[in-house]
Structures are given as C-alpha cells and as structure tokens.
C-alpha cells in the first residue's frame, strides 16, 4: 500500500485531494491546524475506504519543528511516504508597498519552506527506493506576478522555482516531481467575497489532475500542469 502525505489538508485543495486519494487506496498523513477537523475529517476518510490508514497531526507547517515532527510521525504511523502534496499556503491582498514588518518571512515560511524542508526530510529516501512523486501547488502567480499581491507572487515564483530544482534532482532516479499551477480556485481565500463557482476551478479539478498524473505508467512525467478558469481569471 501507498503511503502520501499532504499539509493543509482539511480545506479545499487539501481535502478533495486527500478523499481522491482515498478512493484509489493509498494511506493518508494529514495536517491542520484545527484538531476537531481533522478527527472529523479522517472519520470521513475511513468510512470512504475502511481499508486504507490515516495518520493526523496538529501542526502548523510554517513552524519547521512541527513540521518535521509531522514528518516523523507520519512514518512511524504508516511506513515510507512515497508521495507528497504540498499544498500548504497563504494569500494577502496588498501590495509590497503596504506589506507590514515580518510579511514577507510569514509568506515564506508558509508558501515556499514546508515544501524546501519536506524535500530535505523525504528526497534522499525516495532518490535511495528510486521511487516517488512530489506535487508542488504552485499558482498561476508564479507565472504572471499579480501587483495587488506582491509579496505572495514572490513565494509563489519561488516555490515554482524550487519545484524545477528538486526536478532536475530527482530525474536521474525515476522519482516524479508535478508542479500544478492552478488560476482563480474556490478556495478559503475567497472567503467573504461574492464569486460564482461555476467560473472557477474547483479544487475536485485540482484533486482529478494530481491522481490521474500519478497513475500515468512509470515512464511518463507532468513536469507541469496550468488549470485555469474557462472564462479567464478572476
């Protein structure tokens, strides 16, 4: 049996991709912050698929202890991770020029270092079983910067840039790194704001894309994949 990790993992992308995963029989080790989510949501996932693991943890992956500490115990709770879903991050609506003290190193240490420290914990274990897949949730504003969201659009180049590395690392051992650049998705950070879904993605898309790249035969690749809306951005 398989074994995935995803941080984030009890809200939108997070969470559609942890139930599609589950369909397909692989154990899950999930983060949050909130421990009543993700008592309830691993209760979901079990009565999804009673024969697959969870392991959980409360832990916010932007505190690299914890981080690593959700690492350690996800191995020790299931056996070797083979696949990793960073999907942790954050979204600030403002400029750089309004950005506060500190707004920059909390973008960082949310958007661009859970998936740099995974990497180191994970990379050398995978490069070794010649086995693996890293899914890096990257944005279309790793692409095109976005000016009303400077500061996010930095980590984001960053975090796509980071995906390349460990890409070019791992491509001499048959280990697969996808970075899925997604545009305007109904997520949290919509939260408040009045939007139609029906001219967005859904993190369901998100979820259908990231399975079926890891189902494609041994010798295939996504090196990158962008969804974006069908009416163009919001």
Partial sequence: MKNALITAS???????????????????ALCSRNGNDLDAFKNELLSINPGIKVFTSVSDVSDKQQLIAFAKGAENALGPISIIVNNAGMY??????DDNDGTLQKQINTNLAPAYELYRYFGKKMKD?????????CSVASLNPIAEAGTYSVTKYALLGLNKV?????????VKVTAIIPGSTLTDSWKG?????????????????????????????????IIKPAYGQI
């Fill in 10 to 28: 009890t809200k939108g992308m997070g969470r559609a991709t942890a139930i599609a995963l589950a369909k397909e029989g692989i154990s899950l």
């Fill in 166 to 174: 460990m890409r070019t690392e791992m491509q001499p051992y048959g």
């Fill in 92 to 97: 600030e609506h403002q400029s750089i020029f």
């Fill in 129 to 137: 079983a010649r086995e693996g897949h890293i899914f890096t949730i």
């Fill in 193 to 225: 704001m009045e939007v139609d879904k029906d001219k967005m993605v859904l993190p369901e898309d998100i979820s259908s894309a990231i399975v079926n790249i890891y189902k494609m035969s041994a010798g295939a690749n996504v090196d990158e994949i």
